[in-house]
């Protein structure tokens, strides 16, 4: 596993209140569907600026940006891209 | 609909002022101050509207939906920006908005109106 994908997932067991742990869910899982509420994925984006140094633009606020641990490292990816 | 724990709100709070400017509007502020009980509602408010909206994928910010909550005025919905355009992409005239707190949360119910009856 790479080192932002280890990152993501201790910041969604720090902030996404699973009701199962981060590590028996896959990166395609549903987090949504996992019982990650509507807020809790903001505290997971706000905890996500933190840890990356990153800010998420208007244009990735929608649900598939945030409903996976794939769909986030994606993000994340893109958005250093963008600052470097 | 969509419910809200407080402690949900106060996580986010430690967060200081970035949480507040990203989610709530001016106006939705000068009501709630930093009162994690109705941020709690303004939030449900925005989460059930989305619903209610049927937003699927599209980039909608929580500041394009405003909870409205006048003293002596039924809360309402004010729909701005992409939350307004996919209202009228919707087809949707009108919405409503109830909002209750519990102990530990706060909910919301939307409902949306596509029209006169016919």
């Keep these: 596993m790479s080192a932002l994908a280890e990152e993501i997932r201790r910041v969604l067991r720090d902030h996404a209140r699973l009701p199962v742990d981060i590590d028996s869910i896959d990166d395609q899982t549903d987090l949504f569907r996992a019982g990650m509420s509507s807020h809790a994925s903001v505290n997971v984006m706000l905890a996500l600026e933190d840890a990356f140094d990153i800010e998420f633009p208007d244009s990735m606020l929608k649900r598939s940006v945030f409903e996976s641990v794939a769909g986030i490292d994606a993000a994340v990816q893109e958005l250093q891209k963008r600052a470097a | ?118």
């Design chain 2, 1 to 118: 609909m969509d419910l809200v724990d407080y402690d949900e709100i106060a996580e986010a709070l430690r967060r200081g002022d970035r949480y507040l400017r990203r989610i709530y509007t001016d106006e939705e502020l000068d009501v709630c101050g930093a009162n994690p009980r109705l941020l709690a509602a303004c939030f449900a408010a925005k989460e059930a509207a989305m619903k209610a909206l049927s937003r699927t994928d599209q980039p909608i910010p929580w500041r394009s939906i405003e909870l409205r909550m006048r003293p002596g005025s039924q809360p309402s919905l004010e729909l701005t920006g992409a939350a307004a355009s996919l209202a009228q992409e919707r087809g949707v005239t009108g919405l409503s908005v109830s909002v209750t707190h519990g102990s530990h949360s706060a909910a919301a119910v939307v409902l949306a109106s596509t029209g006169g009856l016919s």
